[in-house]
C-alpha cells in the first residue's frame, strides 16, 4: 500500500526546510494519507527520542499521490537518519496493512550503534565554530572545510582538527554568486564569469559542462550540483565563485554554498516535472527559489519578472531582498517594485538600464554585446540582463561589465554549444542546448527570424520525459514550419525507453501538426542526424542542430567545417 520512491540524506538548505537531516517521498493511496502521515510522525517522534534528538524536528510535504517526509538530524548522522526515517514509513505503513515493521525496541538498538559508527565530534564542533565565525563549512564523505577560495582550508573528514588549531584570521569566504532556473543557467554562469576576469578577479565556475579555474577545466561533465560547488569553493585559487545550482541537487542534497552575495532564477519551464516529489511548475519554482535562503545581507535574489510563474511564486518571499529583471519597460511587476523603492535592470529603447537604491545607469546597448546577434536572440537579451543584474550586486565595476559582455563572443570557445553559428558556404548551421519546450521555444523564434531559403531541424530527447513533454517539445519545434526534420536516436539517453521509441512519439506528433511524411527523416545518433543535415544543406539554407549526446564530436566536425571552407554538396571531411 505505501512504497517509498527514494530515501535520501540532504546536508543543505532544501525545498522542504534549511535544516540537514533525510527526506523520503512515498507513495500512498490519497484517501489514506493523512492516516499515514499521523503514524509516520508518532514513529519518527519516539524514535528520535529514544536516540536523544529531542531536539530534531519533522516535517512533511504533499504530493501528487504521496508525500515526501523528512527529519532533522546532527550533521555528522546524516546516513543514520534515512534508516530512521525509513523505519518510522515502515512502521507506519504496518497501521496501513502493509507487513510488520521491526519492533520499536530492536530497531532502536540497531540505529543506537549505526549512529555511535557515524559519529564525528571533530565535525559537528567545528561546524558550530565555522557559525560562530561566519564563514561556510562544506562536508561530504570524504573532507571537510572552511571559508571558500582564497580563504579555505581542506582536511580529510578523518583529520578534522580541534576548532581552537585552526588559524581563523586565514578563514575567509569569497563572493559567490548561484544561478539556477530552467533554461539559460550555463550561459549566464558563463558571462557572469567573464564579466568577473574582466575585473581581474580569479574566477571559478561549475555548470552542466565544466569545474572551470581561471579558464583552466579541471573536469568536463555535469557539475551543477553540490559536488560542483564544493570544487570550485575548496580551489584556494578562485577569488570569485559562479556556481550553476540545477534543481536536482537542491531537492537531492540541498545546497552546499549557503552564503552567496547574489542569486538568480532565470526562468520557470516545464522540464522534470514529476520527479524528487515535483508536481508542477509552482512546486518547481520553489524549489528554485530555495537559492534565496543563501543570501548574506547585502544580497539580492535576480528574478524574471516576465515570468508569470516566478512572479506568482515570489509572492511567498515576504523578507528576500528582490531585484526584478525586465525585457519591458512597463512591466507592471518591475515598476511596482521600483516605484517602492526596490531595485531593477531592464531593456529600454535597445538599451540596458540599472536602478539601484534609485540610482539610474545606462550600462551598454544590447547590440554591443555579441552574445544576442544584435538582439535577434531574446533568450540571450535576458541573459545578458541578468548578468548584469548580478555582476552590479556582486560589487564589479561597471567598466568590467561592460568590457566582459563585450568580449563574450558566444561562440563555441565562449559559450560551447549554446547558440554556435557557423558560416558554411553560404548556409548557416546553429548548434544549441535546447532540450525542453521553453528552450526550444527560443531557438525556434530566433530561427524564424533569421533569412533562409529552406530551414531544417534536428530533434530528440532524452527518454525519461513523459509523453506530454514529447508532445510539446514537437509542437515548439514545428513553430519554425522546418522544411525538413532529422530525428535523431540518443543510445546514451535512452533512460528506460527502449530504442526507437522517442523518435516515434516525436514523429506522430509532427504528423498531426502537419508535417509531410518525406520530410521527416531519421538517423541512428546524434552525429549521424547532424551529417544527415549537412548532406541535405544548399546555400541559404539554415540548419537548425541542438545538441546534447554528442556535442564534442559535433562542435569539432563545425569548427572544422569552417576552418577549411567547406561548402554545400561538397564532401564532409574523413
Known sequence: MVTVA????????????????????????????????????????????????????????RIPHGASVAISAPIDALFTATEVNEWAIARAAEQLGDPPAPDEESAARVLAERRREEARPGLVALHAAAVAQGVTLLHDPDEVSVGGGTGSRTWPLGEVPAPDTVDWD???????????????????????????TAAGRVTGMSSTDTVTIAGQ???????????????????????????????????????AATRAVAAIVTNIAEDHVGEWGVGDLATLAETKLVVGRALLPGGRLVLNADDPTLVAAAGALLTTPLLWISLDPASPVLQAHLAAGGDGCWVDRGAVVLQRQGRRTEV?????????????????????????????????????????????????????????????????????????????????????????????????????????????????????????????????????????????LLAAELLALGAAPENIVCAASEYLAVTTALAWARPGDLLVLPTHAERGRVLTLMERLQDVGWEPGQPLPA
Open 6 to 61: 527514494d530515501s535520501r540524506r540532504v546536508p543543505g538548505p532544501n525545498l522542504l526546510w534549511d535544516r540537514p537531516g533525510a527526506v523520503a517521498e512515498i507513495a500512498c493511496p490519497d484517501d489514506r494519507i493523512e492516516e499515514f502521515l499521523t503514524a509516520w510522525r508518532v514513529a519518527a517522534r519516539a524514535m528520535l527520542d529514544r536516540l536523544g534528538w529531542r531536539d530534531e524536528a519533522l516535517t512533511s510535504r
Open 170 to 196: 586565514a578563514v575567509h569566504d569569497i563572493p559567490t554568486v548561484l544561478v539556477t532556473g530552467s533554461n539559460g543557467k550555463t550561459t549566464t554562469v558563463r558571462l557572469l564569469a567573464a564579466v568577473a
Open 364 to 504: 551598454m546597448t544590447v547590440a554591443e554585446a555579441p552574445i544576442t546577434l544584435g538582439g535577434a536572440a531574446r533568450h540571450n537579451v535576458y541573459n545578458l540582463v541578468g548578468t548584469v543584474a548580478l555582476a552590479a550586486v556582486a560589487g564589479l565595476p561597471l567598466e568590467s561589465i561592460r568590457a566582459g559582455l563585450r568580449g563574450f563572443a558566444g561562440g563555441s570557445r565562449d559559450n560551447p554549444g549554446r547558440l554556435n553559428v557557423y558560416r558554411l558556404g553560404g548556409a548557416t548551421a546553429i548548434v544549441d542546448f535546447a532540450h525542453n519546450p521553453h528552450g526550444m521555444d527560443a531557438l525556434a523564434a530566433l530561427a524564424a527570424a533569421l533569412p533562409a531559403e529552406r530551414r531544417l531541424m534536428v530533434l530528440g530527447q532524452a527518454g525519461d520525459r513523459d509523453d506530454h513533454a514529447l508532445r510539446e517539445l514537437a509542437r515548439s519545434a514545428w513553430a519554425l514550419r522546418p522544411d525538413r526534420i532529422v530525428l535523431k536516436e540518443m543510445e546514451k539517453y535512452l533512460r528506460g525507453r527502449p530504442l526507437g521509441q522517442t523518435s516515434d
Open 217 to 255: 577545466v579541471l573536469d568536463w561533465g555535469d557539475w551543477s550540483g553540490p559536488a560542483g560547488a564544493r570544487a570550485v569553493l575548496r580551489d584556494r585559487r578562485v577569488e570569485f565563485a559562479v556556481l550553476e545550482t540545477a534543481r536536482g541537487g537542491i531537492l537531492r542534497r540541498g545546497l
